[in-house]
């Protein structure tokens, strides 16, 4: 395999046999970048002309970009030295979409963080065998409109897997996979996003071990009907979602800005979605909203697809830990509490239902959690706790798996 390092800007002594002498640590400006006027230049070139089986190394040290960078050959790697120790910063960035785009099929990014982006922070797209592991992607001044939409964005990809990365800022998703299929998302941590993670139009994932938390929504899984393709069949499971009451901070008209702060898992116009064993608690408008296109409030505007399925059928809620929440909902939701006793019931459905099909599927078997119908179809008239609900899934949807080649190997 071949290593490529950016040997001018290595940090300690790591250079000892090219100079003279060596230093405690590299130089830095006044706001903490690494004085190398050459490094961004030598990344790009090192990226342009990475063969199958690049590694691209990124010393300790914060970077700044003022372009964004780009992968084009299958099979390349790039790794840092640590999630906060080799920071690519693109507060400077003047020209470029992204961070950093990906079209090279066999893709790794490791132990690197991508931050202040003008736009996403990566983006992966229409390729295989994505890997993003131990990845920060920030924007460092909070949450604003202006943020990228995106951190971590594979599109389009057959094979992904993020482990272990932080995402934080998005002004849409933290983690978002879009129109893609096999999908593994586990042991990431998603704050102060608009969407902590959000699987959409994606066929086959496994959302697992994530820490989802002060985000306006927490986990979605939806399907928008201005894409090529739907999607189905997703499992979120062993996650903590927790207390994502954030401002919704989205451009407006975005789908992503009808999510109400305070929401854990959503599940919008998807099918197949079995959602277990979380921890889930104090989302203040509901733990669990199940919801059609129709909730979204601009289908007149988007219009909707002859193959387009705008309603959720098939999700089992069961074995869920569920305390707290639906006591703060907005002011549309708000006057519905007292059908919960003072707090919405852990599970809000819209109640849209297709009429060509006798049972949705919406089944919760979860213990004490309740699911509350909202007639939204009605504006509200029908409202009611639904105890028609207890139901499971004649099948479970089986676990995913990823190429050996994919998976670390400690």
């Known amino acids: 395999m071949r290593h490529t390092a950016i040997t001018?800007?290595?940090?300690?002594?790591?250079?000892?046999?090219?100079?003279?002498?060596?230093s405690a640590a590299p130089k830095t400006d006044a706001e903490g970048f690494v004085i190398d006027a050459g490094f961004e230049a030598k990344l790009q070139e090192q990226l342009l002309?990475?063969?199958?089986?690049?590694?691209?190394?990124?010393?300790?040290?914060?970077?700044?970009?003022?372009?964004?960078?780009?992968?084009?050959?299958?099979?390349?790697?790039?790794?840092?030295a640590g999630m906060d120790k080799s920071i690519l910063s693109f507060k400077r960035q003047s020209s470029g979409a992204e961070g950093l785009l990906v079209t090279g099929d066999d893709f790794t990014l490791e132990d690197v963080a991508i931050e202040d982006s003008k736009g996403d922070a990566l983006k992966i797209n229409g390729t295989k065998n994505a890997v993003m592991r131990r990845v920060r992607a920030e924007w460092t001044g909070g949450?604003?409109?202006?943020?990228?939409?995106?951190?971590?964005?594979?599109?389009?990809?057959?094979?992904?897997?993020?482990?272990?990365?932080?995402?934080?800022?998005?002004?849409?998703?933290?983690?978002?996979?879009?129109?893609?299929t096999n999908i593994i998302v586990r042991n990431n941590r998603a704050e102060q996003n608009v969407a902590g993670i959000e699987i959409e139009n994606s066929t086959g994932a496994d959302v697992y071990d994530n820490i989802v938390?002060?985000?306006?929504?927490?986990?979605?899984?939806?399907?928008?009907?201005?894409?090529?393709?739907?999607?189905?069949?997703?499992?979120v499971y062993k996650n903590k979602v927790t207390a994502n009451n954030h401002a919704n901070f989205a451009t407006k008209g975005t789908a992503v800005a009808s999510v109400p702060p305070g929401s854990g898992v959503i599940i919008n116009s998807n099918d197949d979605v079995e959602i277990?064993?979380?921890?889930?608690?104090?989302?203040?408008?509901?733990?669990?909203?199940?919801?059609?296109?129709?909730?979204?409030?601009?289908?007149?505007?988007?219009?909707?697809?002859?193959?387009?399925?705008?309603?959720?059928?098939?999700?089992?809620?069961?074995?869920?830990?569920?305390?707290?929440?639906?006591?703060?909902?907005?002011?549309r939701y708000a006057p519905l509490k007292a059908l919960g006793g003072g707090a919405l019931p852990a599970v809000l459905w819209d109640g849209f239902v297709n009429p060509k099909i006798a049972k949705p599927g919406i089944c919760v078997q979860n213990g004490e959690a309740k699911l509350l119908n909202i007639d939204a179809a009605h504006k509200f008239a029908g409202a009611k706790i639904d105890e028609s609900v207890n139901c499971a899934p004649a099948t479970r949807l089986p676990t995913i798996s990823l190429p050996p080649a994919m998976i670390e190997k400690r």
């Open 8 to 22: 001018a800007a290595l940090p300690f002594c790591a250079t000892a046999l090219l100079l003279a002498g060596c």
């Open 49 to 80: 002309d990475a063969k199958p089986g690049t590694v691209v190394l990124i010393p300790a040290g914060k970077y700044a970009l003022t372009r964004s960078l780009s992968v084009a050959v299958p099979g390349v790697t790039i790794r840092g």
């Open 143 to 180: 949450p604003k409109t202006s943020n990228g939409a995106y951190g971590l964005y594979p599109v389009q990809v057959t094979n992904v897997l993020i482990e272990g990365s932080v995402v934080k800022g998005a002004s849409d998703a933290g983690i978002y996979v879009g129109q893609s």
């Open 213 to 235: 938390t002060d985000n306006a929504g927490g986990i979605l899984v939806f399907n928008m009907p201005d894409l090529p393709v739907p999607g189905s069949k997703t499992r």
């Open 276 to 331: 277990f064993d979380n921890d889930l608690k104090d989302n203040q408008t509901a733990n669990v909203i199940i919801s059609s296109f129709y909730s979204l409030g601009f289908e007149a505007t988007r219009g909707i697809a002859a193959a387009y399925d705008p309603y959720p059928e098939n999700i089992y809620v069961t074995g869920n830990r569920i305390s707290g929440g639906g006591d703060k909902p907005g002011a």
